[in-house]
């Protein structure tokens, strides 16, 4: 079975430039998470979905970032403008129900 | 928000040996779960403990919960040196909703 699928493995953009990054989970999951890990932060909790869904964004650093699920099979998280502080790696996980997250491989951001 | 908190952040042992990763975390909690990542890799779901239990057994991973003291341990018995990881805890706290919260995790390395 393919696991949760992220496009991007790595992706070198300038300041001020919009990056999109995309996920693809596990089919039949119902939550889908967006992580961004750093050295120095760890791994951060961005936003979360139930059911396509939005749940909590409260994670979302600020306006710069929107994350959306348009349907099961799919979900999108922009930055824009992008800032060298966001370089990071994204991760996305699923999940069924309310137990272990399946993550993908990351994207790893670099903003410069 | 962060809230588990992993000691110590580095480990250093050889092949054959008891591997121990504590974790703290501050509020009450749902569950707790351990999580592997290799280097440049997602994280891979290790085991689950709910609040209700006390200790876990899978494979040569052993796991224990102490609520009152707001701590878990992972112990990894025989380590190989495939066990060299980042291994992170993750609590799902009560009444917040569902969402995995992560510490920084402790760097294992097993040496032959």
């Known amino acids: 079975d393919a696991g949760v699928i992220q496009s991007t493995r790595h992706e070198v953009t300038e300041m001020g430039q919009e990056v999109t990054l995309r996920c693809k989970p596990i089919s039949g999951h119902d939550y889908l998470f967006w992580y961004r890990q750093t050295m120095m932060r760890g791994l951060e909790l961005l936003i979360y979905f139930n059911n396509n869904v939005p749940i909590d964004d409260s994670g979302m650093p600020e306006d710069r970032f929107s994350a959306k699920m348009p349907n099961a099979s799919f979900s999108t998280l922009k930055i824009q403008p992008s800032e060298p502080r966001d370089s990071a790696v994204y991760f996305c996980?699923?999940?069924?129900?309310?137990?272990?997250?399946?993550f993908g491989e990351g994207s790893r951001l670099t903003v410069l | 928000s962060q809230q588990g908190e992993e000691d110590p952040q580095a480990l250093s042992i050889q092949e054959g040996e008891n591997a121990t990763m504590n974790c703290s975390y501050k509020t009450s909690i749902n569950n707790l779960q351990w999580y592997r990542q290799n280097s440049g890799r997602g994280l891979v779901h290790l085991i689950l403990i709910r609040s209700n239990e006390r200790e876990k057994h899978s494979g040569r991973l052993r796991v224990t919960l102490d609520t009152s003291k707001k701590s878990s341990s992972l112990l990894i018995t025989a380590s190989r040196a495939a066990d060299t990881a980042s291994y992170f805890c993750a609590t799902e706290e009560r009444d917040s909703g569902y969402a995995l919260n992560f510490g920084k995790g402790t760097s294992l390395l097993v040496t032959p």
């Open positions: 996980a699923s999940s069924l129900g309310r137990g272990e997250l399946f």
